[in-house]
């Protein structure tokens, strides 16, 4: 199986307008840097935690999805949604919402991130 997280980060009001603000967000150096410290923290824990939520969701729907969260100063995680809440998708969301990630960039506060989920076999 091959999973592709691709990471970014959103801040707006409605779901859609989260992702776009998170694609913005991704294109400056400090965007680039949270990323890959965000990376390096979770990138394991997240295929980790797909699987498990692929295998206890059996037969799963292994569509794509998209998680937006909101991180405070301290790195814990807020308003965690996914699109579309398929189950695989909401019992991962309910893992990460569980997560400390590294701590984000000074401004915005909260700092909203976006992952874009893709599955394959």
């Given at each position: 199986m091959f999973l592709a997280l691709i990471f970014a980060f959103a801040g707006a009001d409605g779901f859609d307008a989260r992702v776009q603000a998170a694609k913005a967000l991704e294109t400056n150096a400090e965007g680039k840097a949270f990323q890959a410290k965000l990376w390096d923290k979770i990138g394991n824990p997240s295929?980790?935690?797909?699987?498990?939520?692929?295998?206890?969701?059996?037969p799963a729907d292994t569509q794509a999805f998209t998680l937006a969260a909101a991180v405070d100063a301290e790195g814990q995680t807020s308003h965690v949604v996914v699109q579309p809440a398929t189950p695989v998708a909401t019992c991962f969301a309910g893992q990460f919402s569980t997560w400390s990630l590294p701590a984000p960039p000074k401004t915005p506060r909260p700092y909203p991130i976006e992952i874009d989920i893709t599955m394959t076999e």
């Open positions: 295929t980790d935690a797909l699987k498990g939520c692929i295998k206890s969701n059996a």
